[in-house]
Structures are given as structure tokens and as C-alpha cells.
């Protein structure tokens, strides 16, 4: 493309000093002025001029600060310095002739000043009346661009119409053209004439096209506008640009329509209807430049967005509601009955407070109808019981939108009733945000995570859940952003908490309690049969049926590797087995294709490579038996082995029972005394009400010791007893434990071990009266799951085993005391 090369010329050097160009080349047969700016760009142009004046222009092809030779391009233009003027600034501005197009031969220095060695390039110029054809024809094209375009000056199309050279011709209208950089380097290098004029041709084509496109947007707009309308021509030129890429020409009037015509369909009144049309007046009258234009339109953007239009009439199926329930869910019988009781009397309400409906904000509903419309039902239970499902499947059974999310850490009220409008970036509150997600007035809320809120300066989160969870006030909820009343009544509120204790009493006293205790071995069974199994299976690649557990295989699971109260560590180990399952199935696989490979390259031939390719479609599927010993090899030992049952097999050991978040649990309690300084220590991470029960229990067991078992009083005073609960990183605090310390203590003091499979829970007077407690079907999962047989509770505590399903109190017998004699008459029979 750059050959032939011109033979040295004696009138040009062949070493020139470079001159990067940036925004695009410089053409040959051009004079034109040159602005330098930069130092080191100025002090080399002053050594040019002060030798021989020439200097070569070439641009870089790739922009850097400090550019390098590997930044230039390889053909260029050399020029002659004709004039030079110093500028104030230091700068100066040269008037350069140039003349003709060289190529980089060899580099002298790299970095600047650029130092190179050329060879100069001459035209490839064929006198046809093809090359004449071509010359007429960009002349012509161009007078028509250079009269319809003001900027080309008539002293242009003279200039180019003097010069002779059909290549220089081409050269001087792609100077002028405002085409790409790139192009124009490829015009540069171009040395063959025709081909040349042929680029440029394209060019001026490409650029009538743009004139009449111009011109015909032009036309349109001078046919619609007036002498006195001409103020705004530059305005009008804009739409009918916009017009013809299909873009909305009056962005403000097309919203304030859409606004209009939303807010009409509401049938506002009142309150609600007086502040939207001021909002919508005032936004009919800001201009798009505005800074609060976009703030009332984003706030109008709300309004129109929630759904204001009172619901259709609930159709709650009690039969499809019971069906959902037990499709999704194992067990939990006394929440499902609860929920069902619940939707049976929404359903009732429903019923007989349904009636003409109004938008919300027409009238003020009857408050006693609107209290009576909705309650809040708070889910409580460890993790990993199903919870969240739970509420899904209420959802679910009504048929309704499901929205959920969790205040868990949330220190801000701003997340619940929203920003102030005058803050920059408000926005509403999760309430108003999950309404305009889910586009009804009526979905099915999941607040999780209730019990884990904070307190900051930002607020309190747990305050402004008051109002939202008061069916008294929510009603007329006004969200912080929004600033208006809006009826949120009929949302069903489902909450979640691990623990009630940190939840402030005024949000409990609205919420209707439901515990889900968390489940023993044969309902985890049930659970990952029916639905543990074939999710995991699924979500790692392996089909219905390619994993077989065997009953004492999941049982194995559950007491040895997730004896927590819920299943969550269930599934996470049944993903782990599937996951190591799927990989021995993806290497086989690769094996078998890559023996496939190799057979049908080796002695074999095509038959041998068939029935391997026969072999490995049979046997693409196979099926894992799942047993102790594959369950070992894929999780490893045992977290709990079978044998780690709490046991008190030792004089001063007994088994309490106690309740955490996480669910009920078994607690051992160990005594032993040593002769010495009379005193009493407690270990074990207890809390300050633990102290005083372990306390208490020492002064019963000490009183019984003396009275029944014969210890002489003397004797304790010269005895050091130290009592301890293990796993001392744990924080351990309640009276529960009253009764279990006051037994260890006393097979302490009697040398005798207690009933075997014997557990208990209670808290202890100092008169010896045995006080209810809390949390027993937490306590009773926990005793079964410990293998225990027989648990003594506090006699006031009998009301709770109602609340216990059946299948936890199978092969337990409970035995419900009064006072601690009848414990000990238990735990240590004569």
C-alpha cells in the first residue's frame, strides 16, 4: 500500500525530528498554522527552525501523556516552518507548508525529541480518463456540500478548484471533511490516486446524506413556526430530532397526563385528594431543569404507584388452605390447627364486614370493623424449624402476593415509615415499598428476624412498628415519605423471632403467638423423605432416585451430624453427600467417554469403540446406596456420636433439662466436695439468677443432707463443695435448674447415683416448693433426643403437656411434683 519509494531527495532531509499530531494528520500541499503549547514540543520546533526548518507531522495511534515510538503511526507528512510567532504564555504558533507523504524507516532515539530516518513516498498516478472522471465528480459533490454547509467559505471551493493534482485534490477535501482520525490515516497512506479519490468519494456521500436529513428537519420546522415564534426555533429543531429517533418530545407534559389520568381513576377525596391535586398543580408549572422537579415527580411516582382501590373480597378454602399446609409441612399439627382457626375466622369477619368498598382516604372506616379485620400472628421457634416457609404456604393457601423482609439488626425507623421528603434520596419505608411491589392492598407480610432490632440516635424500629402492627391505627398509616393515610389493615402480618425476651411488651401484647418447638428424630425422618431428599437431589444435578437412604441412614444423619432442634444442618449435610456423589458420577463419566477415546484409536477399531459407547449409555444412571458407611466416607466422623448421650453415672451428677434460641437442650450438672476450707464455688459460665438458684439448692440439699442422709453438720464445714455445669464458653442463666443442682447435690451428699434415664426441670424455693417453668415442649424434644425415659416437671406445668404433640411424648413418662421431696423420692429412692 505505502510502495513505491520515492529515491532520496536532495532538497529534503532524511532525518527528521518528529512532531506527534493528536486529533488527526496533516496532509501534504496544505499551509495552515501550528499552536504549541508544551515545553518540550516548543524547544524542539526553536532547534528545527534554527537548522534547516523541516519537521515531520505524524499522528499518534494510540494517545498517551508521554508518548513513545510504538505509539506513532508509520506514515506521515513532511513540512517546511515558514514562520514562527512567540505567544505570552511561552508558547508559540508556526505556519507550516507541507509537502509530501514519508514512511518511517528507521528510529534514531525513541523518546523526545523523536529522531528518525525516512523515506519519502510518491503518488501512484495513472493519467486515465477514469482518474479525470473521478476529479469532475468530487469537485461536483463538493460544491454541492460547500453551498449548503455556511462554514466551507467560497475562498475553499476556489482554492480547490486552483489545484491541479487530482491527488492533492483529494488530499484537501479530506482535510476539510469532519471524518474520523483513523479514515483519514488510511487516506494518508493510500498512494495509489484512484483508489484514493474512490475512499474520498464515499466520504462527501456520507456527508450530503447528513445535509439532507438536516435539511429536511429544517424544512419541517420552518413550516410550523411563524416570524415570531423564531425565539424558539433552536427548541422546535430539538423535538423534531427527538421526534425522528421516536423520544417523548415534552417529557413534563407526558407525565403530568399519565399522573392525571391515574389520580382520576382513584377517585381521591378529602385529605388525599386536596394535597395530590396542589403536588400535581405545582408539578404542571416546574420546569424539567429543576432541582425539585424530579423530587415531585418521584413523589407522585409513589402515589400513583400503590394501589389504592380497596381489594376483591377474600375466597379463603379452609379444605385448600388444610391441603397446602399439610403438602408442604410434616408435623407441626397444633400450628397448623392454630393457622387454620385463624383463616377460619378471617373468613367469618370477612363475611360480615363486606360490603360497598371505597378508595382508602374517601371516608374514615368504622374503627371497630377495621380492629376486628386483621391480627398479627408471630411465629416463634429455633432456627431451621420453617418459619419462613410456613408463611409462604399461608400465602400460598390464600392465594395471595408474598413479601418478606427482615429487620434483623435494623437501628433506623426511616427503613419501616420512611424518609422525610426533605432529606436528599428519601424514599418510603419497607411497608409502603413491599405495597408497591407486590400492586395489591392485601398481601401476605413476612416481618423476620422481629426479635434481633436495635436501638440508635436514628431511632427506634420496634416504636414505629407499633403503629404498623395496630390494627386499631393501621388503618390510617401515615409513612413518613409519603405523608398520607393510607389503609394497611388488610395486609396479613406474619412475624418471626427465635426467642420472645428481646421483643418489647407493647409489640407482643398485638401479636398472637405460635410456637414451632423444632422436631425430634422420626419427624426429621418424615421431613427429609418427603422433602429434604428430593430438594437436594435436585439441586445438585442427581435424578429421583439415585441416592437410596435406608430408614437408619437418615436416622443416622439426624442424632449423629444434625441433633439440632430444626433441619437446616440436615439439608446441609444431605447437599454435602449429593454434592460428592454428583462428582463421582462427572469422573466416571469422563472416564468411561475418555476410554471410549482410546478405543476408537487403538487395535480394537470401530466395533470395540461402539461397545464402549453402549456400555457408557447403560451405564450413565447409576444409583447409590446410602448407608453408615457412605455417609462417614462423605462427612466424616460422627459430630455426635451415638454412644454421647448425657449420662449421671457418678455420685453428685444429674441431667437438667434447659430452653435456648436454638431450642431445648440437656444439661448436666456435676458436684464434688474435697476436704478443706469450708465454702461453696460455682463454675461454668452461670448468670447472676443461676447463682442465686445454685444457691438456694445448696441450702436445701444441705438442710435434707443433715436431716435424711445422716451427715453430720460439722461436716461441712470442714468440706469445700464445687459445683459445675460444662461447656463453660456458654452462658447459662434461669431458675430452672433450681431442682437439677439440688438433686446432684444431694447424690453428692448420699454417695448414690440417680434413676437411670432420669431428667428433670424446675425451679426451687427455699422452703423446698418445686415453681413452673417455661418452655417444656423445647425441654421434652430436647429429653427425647437425649434418649431419656422419665422427666420430672413442676406440677403447675402439668397445663403445657397438652400443648405437646403425642409423637414427642412417646416413651416418656413424665412425673409432675409439688415439692422437692417428691423429686428426690424419684431421683433417689430408698
Known sequence: ????????????????????????????????????????????????????????????????ETPEFSDFCKVGTVAKIVKKINLPDGGINIFISTIKRFKIKKVINERKPVIVTVQYLEEINDETPEVKALTRALLSEMKIIIENNPLFSEEMRLNMVNIDQPGRIADFIVSILNIDSREQQKVLEQLNVRKRMEQVLVFIKKEQELFILQKRITNEINSKIDKSQREYFLKEELKAIKMELGMATDPAASDYQRFKDKFDSFHFEGEIKELVEQELEKFSIMEPQSPEYMV??????????????EPAAENIDLAYAQKTLENDHYGLQDVKSRIIEYLAVRKLRNSQTHGARRTNGANTRDRKTSAASNSIICLVGPPGVGKTSVGKSIARALNKEFFRFSVGGMRDEAEIKGHRRTYIGAMPGKILQGIKITKTKDPVFMIDEIDKMGVSYQGDPASALLEVLDPEQNVNFRDHYLDLPFDISGVFFIVTANTLDTIPHPLLDRMEIIDLPGYINIEKLEIAKRYLVPKSLEKNGLEKGQAKYAKESLLYIANCYAREAGVRNFEKNLDKIHRKLAKEIVEADDQREKRGEEAEKGKRGKRAAADTKKTNKATRKPVFIVDKAVIEKHLGKPLFPEDDIKKANKPGMSIGLAWTSMGGDTLVIEAVSMAGKEGFTLTGNMGDTMKESAAIAMTVAQKIGVERYGVDASWFTKNHIHLHIPAGATPKDGPSAGVTMAVALCSLFSNRVITHKLVMTGELSLTGRVLPIGGLKEKTIAAARNKARYIIIPKQNLRDLDDIPAIVKKGLTFYPVEFFEEALALALPD
Request: charge should be negative; glycine fraction near 4%.
Open 1 to 64: 500500500m505505502l510502495d513505491p519509494v520515492v529515491p532520496f531527495d536532495q532538497t529534503l532531509p532524511n532525518t527528521l525530528l518528529i512532531l506527534n499530531l493528536v486529533k488527526h494528520p496533516i496532509f501534504p500541499g496544505i499551509f495552515m498554522p501550528l499552536l504549541i503549547i508544551k515545553h518540550a514540543d516548543v524547544q524542539m520546533l526553536e532547534h528545527v527552525i534554527a537548522e534547516e526548518g523541516f519537521v515531520g507531522l505524524v499522528m499518534l495511534a494510540h494517545e498517551s
Open 296 to 309: 415531585t415527580r418521584n413523589y407522585l411516582d409513589v402515589i400513583a404507584s400503590l394501589p389504592w382501590l
